[in-house]
């Protein structure tokens, strides 16, 4: 339960800041880094989006550092293939395992950069996202987006009936393990399969309840959301004009150098 | 005048269990209400039916003397006058933060925007829960969320609230805290209605109790006569009080003697006649087996001294070090001769500014010279709170405060409005039956 990035996101000062204005931020960031091809552009992109998230939004740095781990991992063992298989041009480096040359290309080498580096800007623009914007935000994002009624309605319920069968879940893992429920494989299939069907039920009641309680407070037939009113703060609008100049700017100035 | 009233209620469930048996209530405005009964005993049927949730199978419910009518309008009149709080608060808490959950009800209700914005910050302001109010309901404690569920209820402003087995689950401060709640709410003119089956909560809450038994009602009245009779109680598959029991085993050995106590300063009371004549002591200073000694009461605590002019008196049964404690026998005289006072300071409710109306320095200027401070109200805990005042009592604020003073303390107790005028009832009720009186006095602030 600690570990969720919608406790942190919950936590995060940044989210009490204008929805809306994330959302262009994390737009910005994501279609430069697939447009740009220079990856010490994309690289400043993610290295502006981890300071906000870990100094603005404060998320403690460890946990945001593994979060950006689990991708990175699968980035480079892709990008190792690039670099050994892909593109043409100079060689830079070659290496010879049981005989065979393996060569690197500056093409490859370049590419695998990319790879690398747009996979990080990528997930360090989400992850702003997700760590500062928790789901009961994002509840009145989606509700002014036209997205029907009914559907925001039930995502509301599920989201806030998952914790309480997550916890009973937990509890009735507990239950059989104490009585040796997932003592071998055949037990534990048993037992899973008796929890599935446990909760099961349990969700089926639990919607007659929560109808119940909720017709005695009047229930009419719609959920209102309240309107959450964040209005932009001017150093807010600064600070991201100024973030979207810089980067802009200064690529303009790589790209002239480069040429 | 009744505001909820049953005729002849009967209701089985569709797989034929007779749950409401024929149950007459009568229940007055204002008062507080409890039905007590074995699980199963059709308490939360009951509850049902008096919410317009269930229809009964025959008999009627009247509001305000006028007979429910089960159509969409008349039940929406119904469930705005009546709310009820379920057992379960993950029942009843249902959207993703506790702000919109409260507002739930006022926006059934169509408030204007405006209008539901006030009626849910002031509720939770209120309950103490404004700091909660972006929060999904998954973050709080089972107490808190027990506070959120009644919020909701409350932020509808009905007339009579019902509350399924309140207490259950929650901690003793979270239980206290929800009691006190309900004595405010009950306070400002709300009839509560409560299903219990735990009997020392009935016993010391309720104004009224309703014994309800496989679906009918047993025995209704006040506390003492309902807790008298101990055949009803047995036959009910209840049991007596810890208050009432103690009272019972005291009476026995002609220790106490008077009515059936239901709190403790009742028990008190029933015990002030007849003096022991062994009692334990502090001793002062060194004392010697066999030695003439005289008893003082200081801070609450009896002190054995070596003076025995003016004093009770008595003789030690050992040798005791200052500080310890020593056995006294052959005690001559009363005890407890000096009974201290009371002093309400009333403070604004939340409604009227609350502390902020308060002028902090002036209480901390009036606290010297007691001994114990208490605290009842929202608006009292915050005012105490800002001004640094270590409570010594914040829950069941008006019997401790008496018992304090029997024991010789002088007593402050800050109160929210018009709950300061209800100390003063108390206490002079008490005052009524008893010869050792407290006095007490008022004053604004």
């Known amino acids: 339960m600690k570990n969720l990035i919608d406790d942190y996101a919950l936590m995060s000062p940044l989210r009490y800041s204008n929805n809306w204005l994330k959302l262009v931020i994390v737009t910005f960031g994501l279609l430069f880094g697939v447009s740009s091809t220079s990856p010490i552009m994309i690289f400043m992109i993610a290295i502006c989006m981890s300071f906000a998230t870990v100094y603005l939004g404060k998320i403690p740095i460890r946990f945001y550092i593994g979060l950006l781990l689990t991708p990175l991992v699968f980035a480079v063992m892709g990008s190792i293939v690039i670099l050994f298989f892909f593109g043409s041009g100079n060689e830079v480096f070659s290496i010879s395992i049981l005989g065979s040359n393996l060569s690197v290309n500056r093409e490859g080498f370049n590419m695998a950069v990319l790879v690398i580096s747009r996979t990080i800007s990528g997930m360090s623009c989400l992850f702003f996202l997700a760590l500062s914007t928790p789901m009961v935000e994002l509840f009145s994002v989606i509700k002014t987006s036209r997205i029907p009624d009914p559907l925001i309605e039930l995502s509301m319920l599920m989201y806030r009936y998952i914790f309480v069968f997550l916890d009973v879940a937990m509890n009735i893992k507990y239950a059989q393990t104490v009585r040796l429920g997932y003592k071998d494989f055949l037990s534990s299939i048993r037992s899973m399969s008796m929890l599935l069907s446990t909760l099961f039920i349990r969700s089926w009641e639990q919607g007659e309840k929560t109808y119940l309680s909720m017709n005695s407070r009047c229930y009419d037939g719609k959920l209102t959301m309240s309107n959450t009113n964040r209005p932009v703060k001017i150093s807010e609008v600064i600070l991201t004009s100024s973030y979207f100049v810089f980067i802009i700017a200064t690529s303009h100035f790589i790209n002239y150098v480069s040429i | ?445």
């Open chain 2, 1 to 445: 005048m009744n505001i909820l009233e049953t005729k002849d209620l009967t209701y089985s469930y569709p797989d034929g269990t007779l749950a409401v048996d024929g149950i007459n209530i009568e229940i007055e405005k204002g008062k507080k209400i409890a039905f007590i009964g074995q699980n199963g005993s059709g308490k939360s049927t009951l509850f049902l039916l008096l919410n317009g949730t269930l229809k009964p199978n025959s008999g009627e419910i009247l509001l305000n003397g006028i007979p429910f009518r089960y159509n969409a309008k008349s039940l929406r009149e119904i469930r705005k006058k009546i709310g009820i709080v379920f057992q379960n608060s993950d029942d009843q808490i249902f959207a993703p933060t506790v702000y919109d959950d409260v507002a739930f009800g006022p926006r059934n209700l169509e408030f204007q925007t405006e209008e539901v914005r006030n009626s849910v910050n002031s509720t939770l302001g209120y309950m103490g829960l404004t700091k909660f109010k972006d929060k999904p309901p998954h973050y709080l404690s089972g107490g808190q969320k027990k506070k959120v569920a009644i919020a909701g209820v409350v932020a509808m402003e009905p007339d009579v609230i019902i509350l399924d087995e309140p207490l259950s689950n929650l901690d003793p401060v979270g239980a206290d805290e929800v009691v006190d709640l309900l004595n405010e709410f009950n306070h400002l003119g709300k009839t509560i209605i409560i299903s219990t089956h735990d009997v020392d909560l009935a016993s010391t809450w309720a104004d009224v109790i309703y014994v309800i038994n496989r679906g009918q009602i047993r025995a209704s009245g006040h506390p003492r006569s309902i807790f008298s009779d101990r055949t009803l109680i047995e036959q009910s598959k209840l049991r007596l009080p810890t208050i009432v029991e103690t009272y019972r085993e005291f009476e026995a050995r002609g220790i106490a003697e008077g009515h059936v106590p239901m709190t403790i300063l009742d028990l008190v009371d029933s015990m002030e006649g007849p003096i022991t004549d062994v009692r334990c002591a502090v001793a002062d200073c060194p004392l010697q087996k066999g030695q003439k000694v005289g008893l003082i009461m200081r801070e609450g605590t009896i002190f054995a001294v070596a003076d025995i002019q003016n004093h009770v008196s008595g003789r030690t049964v050992s040798d005791a070090a200052p500080g310890n404690e020593v056995l006294v026998e052959d005690v001559k005289g009363s005890l407890i001769s000096i009974t201290g006072t009371i002093k309400v300071l009333q403070i604004p409710r939340v409604i009227e500014g609350g502390s902020k109306q308060v002028n902090l320095e002036r209480i901390s200027g009036i606290m010297s010279g007691f001994d114990r401070v208490g605290a009842m109200g929202t608006s009292a805990k915050v005012t105490s709170k800002k001004a640094g005042i270590h409570l010594n009592f914040e829950v069941d604020v008006i019997q401790s405060a008496m018992l304090s003073a029997l024991r010789g303390f002088n007593c402050l107790v800050l109160a929210s409005g018009g709950m300061a005028d209800l100390v003063m009832e108390r206490v002079s009720e008490r005052n009524k039956s008893n010869n050792r009186q407290i006095q007490c006095s008022i004053e604004k602030i």
